[in-house]
């Protein structure tokens, strides 16, 4: 039954809202009627536990969303969170090992759903070290590196980019569509941190026409003599069932010329 005072009416009718759908089309999904969908939103009827579930899979809510309408209505959660590098994790961890490896000499970054780092292979550590001309970067489990701000801050890679506000523009898109998607404040606030940078582009700029005809963006870094043209793809694990597991994803960074690649092989070769 549903706690006294819970705010489960409420979250569940924002939810339904969010992701346009009316009380019908809700039912429908869930299977149950609508009527049903009316009287739990109204706190007329207390949901059971499987009604929660029934309804979170139909709105397609995250995990740790679902965990919190869960406590809402007065139960425990049902998804676990795990650390990487927990016993719980091995798995997870292991892929994640094997998927970075894999990209090497390429670069590639795994990082939690607000673009907080969790590893970097060696490619990935090599390329940001040339970038801040520093030695080889070393992640920092106790003060994770926020890729988004990297990209976006004005003291950060920004002056590098050499089509910067193409790739912003992208990034800020990316990002609202995380944000509407898992309906946190913390992905809100995320998004209006990044917004809130000098000249970063609105998610209702128009792109530049100039990459018309190319199926994806490259992001083209230049410093000194050195020109390297990347694009990227994103991974996600297929068939999460932990929270943290669900948020974990992995960008590869590929080269879009053949100077790109001899660039990272040479890195490769010399260390």
């Given at each position: 039954m549903a706690a006294a005072g819970s705010d489960f009416p409420s979250r569940l009718r924002r939810w339904r809202e969010r992701r346009g759908m009316s009380q019908l089309a809700l039912a429908n999904a869930a299977e149950v009627s609508q009527r049903h969908v009316s009287f739990l939103e109204l706190g007329r009827t207390a949901p059971s536990r499987e009604m929660v579930l029934r309804l979170a899979a139909a709105l397609d809510l995250p995990y740790r969303q679902q965990n919190a309408l869960l406590l809402t209505a007065g139960f425990a959660p049902v998804w676990r969170e795990s650390a990487l590098g927990a016993p719980e994790a091995a798995t997870v961890d292991r892929a994640l090992g094997f998927m970075l490896g894999q990209q090497e000499p390429f670069p590639a970054f795994a990082f939690d759903r607000r673009w907080n780092l969790l590893r970097a292979n060696t490619g990935a550590r090599r390329m940001v070290g040339f970038l801040t001309g520093g030695p080889p970067f070393e992640p920092d489990p106790a003060r994770p590196l926020n890729l988004a701000d990297a990209l976006l801050a004005p003291d950060g890679l920004r002056p590098l980019v050499a089509n910067?506000?193409?790739?912003?523009?992208?990034?800020?898109?990316?990002?609202?569509?995380?944000?509407?998607?898992?309906?946190?404040?913390?992905?809100?606030?995320?998004?209006?941190?990044?917004?809130?940078?000098?000249?970063?582009?609105?998610?209702?700029?128009?792109?530049?026409?100039?990459?018309?005809?190319?199926?994806?963006?490259?992001?083209?870094?230049?410093?000194?003599?050195?020109?390297?043209?990347?694009?990227?793809?994103?991974?996600?694990?297929?068939?999460?069932?932990?929270?943290?597991?669900?948020?974990?994803?992995?960008?590869c960074f590929f080269p879009a010329d053949e100077a790109t690649a001899n660039a990272f092989r040479g890195w490769a070769a010399s260390r």
């Open positions: 910067w506000r193409e790739v912003a523009l992208h990034f800020v898109r990316g990002v609202r569509a995380d944000a509407l998607h898992d309906g946190t404040a913390e992905t809100a606030a995320l998004l209006d941190r990044l917004l809130g940078y000098p000249d970063v582009p609105g998610v209702a700029a128009l792109p530049a026409a100039e990459g018309e005809g190319e199926p994806v963006l490259a992001m083209r870094v230049v410093k000194g003599e050195t020109a390297l043209n990347l694009f990227t793809t994103i991974s996600t694990l297929g068939t999460p069932q932990d929270v943290a597991a669900q948020e974990v994803r992995v960008e």
